[in-house]
């Protein structure tokens, strides 16, 4: 226990000792809910980085939609905000390299320091006193830090999945997806459907402009939606495929 404990104190595995000091009180913090697990990426931009990022994904989407003038905007906003958080960015490029992005930063640190920790631990017993001296020492702890980092990736890499966040559907794209009629009835005034989003099912405001014998549990077809209102414009699928040509066409 003697020898643990003069080895732990000593250089250069102090410096990682400290560190793993600092990174049990940061997980006693969080178990006691003060503080949140992605503190660090809200703090150093990555939270802003992923959703410039994700807004040049939204806005390519919409320039396959045809909104091409509103995905040129959205990329020179989304190009502002990395421009904003170039700290940010290097960061993530560096967590992206590693191959551990979307992973909280504070995990991927930890994993970082608890390697380092011990390959100095094992690095400073096997070379004893040796490994006091300043250079040798400091060369034992720049090739812990590098060697952690590997061992991290490697280690964290499975974790992605546990913290992988699934956003839901935009409401336009569900045009073009069936409906199951959940109202009485549906007209141009009032209607209820759940529509398909690849899960448990949207349920909407629905209308329909036409003449239809819709009742609850009737399948239809949503060709256009009202993002002012919110509401989903449904029909027959054939009517509906007719309208929805006919909108492209008034369109062009």
Not at 43 to 58: C, H, P
Not at 152 to 176: D, E, H
Request: charged share 15%.
């Amino acid at each position: 226990m003697q020898e643990f404990l003069a080895t732990v104190a000593s250089f250069p595995t102090i410096v990682f000792t400290g560190a793993l000091a600092l990174v049990l009180l940061y997980w006693l913090v969080v178990i006691f809910g003060a503080l949140d697990l992605d503190v660090l990426d809200s703090l150093l931009g990555l939270d802003a980085v992923d959703a410039a990022f994700e807004g040049g994904v939204e806005s390519l989407e919409g320039m396959a939609d045809g909104a091409a003038e509103g995905a040129a905007e959205a990329m020179d906003a989304a190009e502002g905000d990395l421009s904003e958080q170039s700290s940010g960015g290097l960061l993530a490029g560096i967590l992206t390299i590693m191959g551990v992005r979307g992973v909280p930063l504070t995990v991927v640190g930890t994993f970082i320091v608890l390697w380092a920790w011990i390959l100095s631990y094992l690095a400073t017993r096997l070379f004893g006193s040796l490994a006091a001296t300043a250079i040798f020492g400091l060369v034992i702890a720049l090739a812990s830090g590098l060697s952690a980092c590997v061992l991290a990736a490697m280690t964290t890499r499975p974790l992605r999945k546990l913290f992988v966040t699934q956003s839901a559907p935009r409401r336009a794209s569900l045009v073009g997806k069936m409906c199951t009629v959940l109202s009485a009835r549906v007209d141009d005034h009032s209607g209820r459907g759940e529509i398909e989003d690849g899960g448990a099912g949207f349920v909407a405001e629905v209308r329909c402009t036409s003449d239809n014998d819709f009742v609850r549990g009737s399948q239809a077809l949503v060709y256009r939606y009202e993002s002012e209102q919110e509401i989903f414009f449904i029909g027959p699928v054939d009517q509906a495929l007719a309208a929805a040509a006919q909108m492209e066409t008034d369109n062009e």
